[in-house]
């Protein structure tokens, strides 16, 4: 712009007066231009530019429109960097000053000066009200895009306000299933039904099934199957065949299997059977569908609410394995290592000498419970190890450090429970074989796993003293025990093993009966 003025200015030849207004103009540029944005000396510049160019355009006259050419550049600069206020305060001091000046010079009277001079100031005016505007969405940004902690607060506040306004205040995967099937089956008919989720990996899992006490479903995505065509084409599939592996050999049998869409997204499948031909007509099936949208969308307020809480247990967990091992666990090694020292120190001192041998070894007892707690916390099912791995990976580290036998039964299929539910189950698994270590003083422990979704049975059996009205140590545990289990749809039983011992056992579902 000072280019431009220059060359508007020197057009019609090089006179002084003109010469000492463009250097005036120029200097107060650069002032405005090297100051710190928003500082006072920046806004001295701009200032200093709009009474330059506003009283020399008074006194050019005739040349007036060629300094006024530079009016908006201070204006809009300081609605961008000062705020309209300020742009608001510059706009009025070069109204008067033009207005004075052209009064002084008498060039109110010439319709030229007084043409140039409203036109480049309505240019500002409008240049710096549409800056402004720029400025406060751009200033707005960041309060767009909150962190990420910020959004995962007011997510979760939300959610937690949600959840409480839900029938049953119930955010439960599986309980959400069985109430699904439990309506579609009583607007269709269906001698067998189950409610499938995904699971990563290439499978699905059995949240819910009704009509039979058990049924090998097929979970595998990437088989010739009605579930999986379902899965691919978010489309509901009818076929003449049975989506259970169990079930084969019937004629008249049709199984409809809908996809559970949420948005774009599929989070599962309703499969249902009938041991009729035909029992799915289109009517049927768009009154399944219209079910299950709604459904699906509560489905995946679950799954995701799941996801979320076991995400959030782990990190506790992590959290905590940290602290003690960082703090208390470092702290009585280094006590630990004190003991030795003053053992070596006091050769003669037999009766301290014995008496720190025995603290020694009860601070190396409390620093084993603390590596094996840990280890518990830091335990967890891999996605592809599955749940009986990590059971046994902690009963066979549990038992070398308490010297006991483990004797490992385990029988799992490629199917896999929610990740919610081996969770459950693992810490069950090792709550009981915690006490078995702690309490029981036995020298045995047999770890039997059997998993086939959706049933499972995890056993924990010792051939210690049993649990008995002496031992009230356990109970907290047996009680936390009961309560995962509870919170899985699980049956705990716990009997006494025969000739000594004890037997804790954790049921779900309806063990597969023999082929």
Same mark, same amino acid.
């Given at each position: 712009?000072?280019?431009?003025?220059?060359?508007?200015?020197?057009?019609?030849?090089?006179?002084?007066?003109?010469?000492?207004?463009?250097?005036?103009?120029?200097?107060?540029?650069?002032?405005?231009?090297?100051?710190?944005?928003?500082?006072?000396?920046?806004?001295?510049?701009?200032?200093?530019?709009?009474?330059?160019?506003?009283?020399?355009?008074?006194?050019?006259?005739?040349?007036?429109?060629?300094?006024?050419?530079?009016?908006?550049?201070?204006?809009?600069?300081?609605?961008?960097?000062?705020?309209?206020?300020?742009?608001?305060?510059?706009?009025?001091?070069?109204?008067?000053?033009?207005?004075?000046?052209?009064?002084?010079?008498?060039?109110?009277?010439?319709?030229?000066?007084?043409?140039?001079?409203?036109?480049?100031?309505?240019?500002?005016?409008?240049?710096?009200?549409?800056?402004?505007?720029?400025?406060?969405?751009?200033?707005?940004?960041?309060?767009?895009?909150?962190?990420?902690?910020?959004?995962?607060?007011?997510?979760? +506040?939300?959610?937690?306000?949600?959840?409480?306004?839900?029938?049953?205040?119930?955010?439960?995967?599986?309980?959400?299933?069985?109430?699904?099937?439990?309506?579609?089956?009583?607007?269709?008919?269906?001698?067998?039904?189950?409610?499938?989720?995904?699971?990563?990996?290439?499978?699905?899992?059995?949240?819910?099934?009704?009509?039979?006490?058990?049924?090998?479903?097929?979970?595998?995505?990437? +088989?010739?199957?009605?579930?999986?065509?379902?899965?691919?084409?978010?489309?509901?599939?009818?076929?003449?065949?049975?989506?259970?592996?169990?079930?084969?050999?019937?004629?008249?049998?049709?199984?409809?299997?809908?996809?559970?869409?949420?948005?774009?997204?599929?989070?599962?499948?309703?499969?249902?059977?009938?041991?009729?031909?035909?029992?799915?007509?289109?009517?049927?099936?768009?009154?399944?569908?219209?079910?299950?949208?709604?459904?699906?969308?509560?489905?995946?307020?679950?799954?995701?609410?799941?996801?979320?809480?076991?995400?959030?247990?782990?990190?506790?967990?992590?959290?905590?394995?940290?602290?003690?091992?960082?703090?208390?666990?470092?702290?009585?090694?280094?006590?630990?290592?004190?003991?030795?020292?003053?053992?070596?120190?006091?050769?003669?001192?037999?009766?301290?000498?014995?008496?720190?041998?025995?603290?020694?070894?009860?601070?190396?007892?409390?620093?084993?419970?603390?590596?094996?707690?840990?280890?518990?916390?830091?335990?967890?099912?891999?996605?592809?190890?599955?749940?009986?791995?990590?059971?046994?990976?902690?009963?066979?580290?549990?038992?070398?450090?308490?010297?006991?036998?483990?004797?490992?039964?385990?029988?799992?299929? +490629?199917?896999?429970?929610?990740?919610?539910?081996?969770?459950?189950?693992?810490?069950?698994?090792?709550?009981?074989?915690?006490?078995?270590?702690?309490?029981?003083?036995?020298?045995?422990?047999?770890?039997?796993?059997?998993?086939?979704?959706?049933?499972?049975?995890?056993?924990?059996?010792?051939?210690?003293?049993?649990?008995?009205?002496?031992?009230?140590?356990?109970?907290?545990?047996?009680?936390?025990?009961?309560?995962?289990?509870?919170?899985?749809?699980?049956?705990?039983?716990?009997?006494?093993?025969?000739?000594?011992?004890?037997?804790?056992?954790?049921?779900?579902?309806?063990?597969?009966?023999?082929?």
């Amino acid at each position: 712009m000072l280019a431009l003025v220059a060359t508007l200015l020197l057009i019609d030849g090089v006179r002084a007066v003109e010469l000492l207004w463009l250097a005036l103009l120029l200097a107060s540029a650069a002032i405005a231009t090297v100051a710190p944005p928003g500082h006072r000396v920046a806004q001295l510049g701009r200032m200093a530019e709009v009474l330059i160019t506003a009283f020399a355009a008074s006194t050019l006259n005739a040349d007036a429109g060629a300094l006024l050419v530079y009016l908006p550049v201070p204006i809009i600069g300081a609605a961008l960097s000062d705020g309209r206020r300020i742009a608001g305060l510059f706009l009025g001091a070069a109204v008067a000053l033009l207005a004075v000046g052209g009064a002084v010079e008498g060039a109110l009277d010439e319709r030229a000066y007084l043409v140039s001079a409203v036109q480049w100031l309505l240019i500002a005016g409008v240049g710096a009200f549409q800056a402004s505007l720029l400025q406060r969405v751009l200033a707005r940004r960041p309060d767009d895009t909150p962190q990420p902690y910020a959004e995962a607060t007011r997510l979760l +506040t939300q959610l937690r306000s949600v959840a409480r306004q839900l029938p049953g205040a119930t955010l439960d995967p599986g309980g959400l299933a069985e109430h699904l099937l439990d309506e579609v089956r009583a607007m269709v008919p269906a001698v067998r039904g189950a409610v499938l989720s995904g699971s990563g990996g290439g499978r699905l899992v059995v949240l819910a099934q009704a009509g039979v006490e058990r049924l090998d479903w097929e979970t595998a995505l990437d +088989t010739e199957s009605a579930v999986a065509d379902a899965w691919a084409t978010q489309q509901p599939v009818t076929s003449t065949r049975s989506q259970a592996r169990s079930v084969s050999g019937r004629r008249d049998l049709t199984s409809l299997v809908v996809p559970l869409i949420a948005g774009v997204r599929t989070v599962g499948l309703i499969v249902l059977e009938s041991d009729s031909a035909g029992a799915y007509p289109p009517s049927l099936i768009s009154r399944v569908t219209a079910i299950t949208g709604p459904a699906a969308l509560r489905l995946e307020a679950a799954l995701l609410f799941d996801e979320v809480r076991s995400l959030a247990t782990t990190e506790e967990r992590q959290r905590l394995a940290r602290e003690i091992h960082d703090g208390v666990a470092q702290e009585l090694v280094m006590v630990g290592y004190g003991i030795d020292n003053a053992v070596a120190a006091l050769p003669d001192a037999t009766a301290a000498e014995e008496e720190l041998r025995l603290l020694r070894a009860e601070v190396t007892r409390v620093i084993t419970e603390l590596r094996l707690s840990l280890f518990e916390l830091r335990s967890e099912v891999d996605r592809y190890g599955g749940l009986t791995a990590a059971i046994a990976d902690y009963a066979r580290t549990v038992g070398a450090s308490a010297g006991l036998r483990v004797h490992l039964s385990l029988d799992e299929s +490629t199917a896999r429970l929610p990740a919610a539910v081996e969770a459950e189950l693992l810490r069950i698994a090792q709550e009981a074989i915690t006490n078995a270590r702690k309490h029981a003083g036995a020298e045995n422990l047999w770890v039997t796993c059997a998993v086939d979704p959706p049933f499972a049975q995890v056993e924990i059996s010792d051939d210690g003293s049993g649990i008995g009205e002496n031992r009230p140590d356990g109970r907290y545990g047996l009680a936390i025990m009961a309560e995962r289990a509870e919170r899985i749809r699980g049956r705990l039983e716990i009997t006494p093993r025969v000739p000594n011992g004890t037997t804790v056992a954790v049921v779900l579902g309806t063990a597969p009966r023999a082929r």
